[in-house]
């Protein structure tokens, strides 16, 4: 009886992993003919210890399927990813990581690339990776595993990505930190296929 019920739910299980997969690949399949594309985008900076939140707006650059760029107050505040290498831009001054040596940034590079090569890229050795629907919109949730060294340098707790399944959209990135702070991004008025030069990701 138990081994039955055991069965069961693990056929369970995969039914409802496979479900999740097909709408995570249905959602992000028009990227495989999607060179590059534009958007508006808004970061808001949430800190527990501050009533009011920083809001600013910006410009979000693709380049599939590894160049992202969401810049802001002419480039003084950026997030920049270029294949595995990242940079973060705050108040001018720049902090560069690479995903090769920081397993924060590995998944969520994987991720992003996954999502602009139309599924591609795999995701499915991604343990960190959780996948639900919710109403018109492909949820991912990144919790990077790390080890006891790793956790004390964590800058992000997780990441919060939401792709809009019918139009492909990418609505929005959130990244939380530690004690209940974040930094969300979120996109609109998409352009598919506007010319985005290399030389924004260098």
């Known amino acids: 009886m138990k081994k039955t019920l055991f069965t069961m739910l693990m056929a369970l299980l995969c039914v409802m992993v496979s479900a999740q997969d097909a709408s995570y690949k249905k959602a992000v399949a028009k990227y495989k003919n999607v060179t590059s594309l534009t958007a508006k985008a808004v970061k808001t900076k949430h800190k527990a210890s501050v009533a009011k939140d920083q809001v600013a707006e910006g410009m979000f650059y693709v380049k599939c399927p590894n160049k992202v760029l969401i810049t802001f107050n002419k480039g003084k505040d950026a997030l920049l990813m270029n294949g595995t290498a990242f940079t973060m831009t705050v108040n001018g001054r720049k902090f560069k990581t690479n995903s090769n040596q920081n397993p924060q940034f590995k998944t969520f590079q994987l991720v992003l690339e996954s999502i602009f090569s139309g599924g591609a890229v795999s995701l499915s050795k991604c343990n960190d990776v959780s996948t639900v629907k919710q109403g018109n919109n492909v949820v991912l949730t990144i919790k990077p595993v790390l080890d006891k060294k790793g956790s ?36 609109s008025g998409y352009k598919f296929g506007a010319a985005v030069a290399d030389t924004m990701f260098k």
Not at 153 to 177: A, G, H, Y
């Open 152 to 187: 004390k340098r964590q800058l992000f707790t997780s990441f919060v990505v939401t792709i809009d399944s019918k139009t492909s959209e990418l609505r929005s990135l959130r990244m939380n930190e530690k004690r209940g702070g974040y930094t969300e991004y979120t996109f």
